[in-house]
């Protein structure tokens, strides 16, 4: 059983690398981006980082996800959904969760996200600290990129440009 894992650190790993497995096995499975399920899980479903929340399910989407991408992740038991009251609530399968993803969502971004959508998330978190802009030639060199990858741009990616120099260049 979990107490058999030796542990806090080993069930943390052992979490983390069930929710990585799911998520991969989804985005499989619908073609779904990782990097929006795993952002959409952790902001709709952890509350104040800490708590495991609920969202009621909507017809088509749920908050931006497809509903057919949240029956996969229930399918894979990374989520559950329960009815009350005549609707459908959605939740993270367990409160241990909630670390465990938190961190491998952590690896994942710096892994995977480039300096500048790095930054741009943490300017979001920040409330959008003027101080956390860029200058110079890291701005020059963030516009580039981002300018040659415009469809994979996130809403507060576009807003973090918009706050230096003005909006970017094409839409």
Request: aromatic share 8%; net charge negative.
């Amino acid at each position: 059983g979990v107490a058999d894992l030796g542990g806090s650190s080993a069930v943390n790993e052992a979490f983390e690398q069930f929710y990585a497995d799911s998520v991969a096995r989804v985005v499989k499975d619908t073609g779904a981006r990782e990097r929006t399920l795993r952002d959409w899980i952790e902001k709709e479903l952890i509350i104040g980082g800490t708590l495991r929340g609920q969202v009621i399910r909507t017809p088509g989407h749920t908050g931006s996800l497809a509903n057919s991408t949240i029956d996969a992740l229930t399918r894979v038991h990374l989520l559950r959904a329960e009815r009350r009251g005549g609707r459908e609530w959605v939740e993270i399968t367990h409160d241990r969760l909630v670390q465990p993803i938190r961190e491998s969502n952590a690896h994942w971004r710096k892994a995977n996200l480039t300096l500048f959508q790095q930054q741009a998330a943490l300017w979001a978190a920040h409330e959008r600290a003027e101080g956390m802009l860029l200058t110079g030639a890291e701005f020059d060199q963030a516009k580039a990129w981002a300018d040659a990858h415009l469809s994979d741009l996130e809403d507060d990616e576009r807003d973090y440009f918009a706050n230096q120099r003005g909006p970017l260049c094409a839409r």
